[in-house]
């Protein structure tokens, strides 16, 4: 976590990580009921992980389309 927040500028982080890092934890609260917080925090990460990959593909292919355009 010191790493990630050391390695991308706080405009960055607020902007493109705070919203997937905050979906990601109501999805956890929501529905992650697994009895541990071990696994309910690593199905926490895997999911931030896997929303941001979604978001960075999609805005990869958005910023495509609008320069094929």
């Known amino acids: 976590m010191y790493s990630l927040i050391q390695s991308i500028p706080i405009r960055q982080l607020l902007l493109e990580q705070l919203p997937v ?31 941001d990959a979604g978001v960075n593909l999609a805005s990869g292919l958005w910023r495509k389309s609008r320069s094929d355009g």
């Open 21 to 51: 890092a905050s979906a990601s934890l109501l999805i956890a609260e929501l529905f992650y009921k697994l009895g541990s917080f071990m696994l309910e925090c690593v199905a926490f990460l895997a999911t931030w992980y896997v929303l």
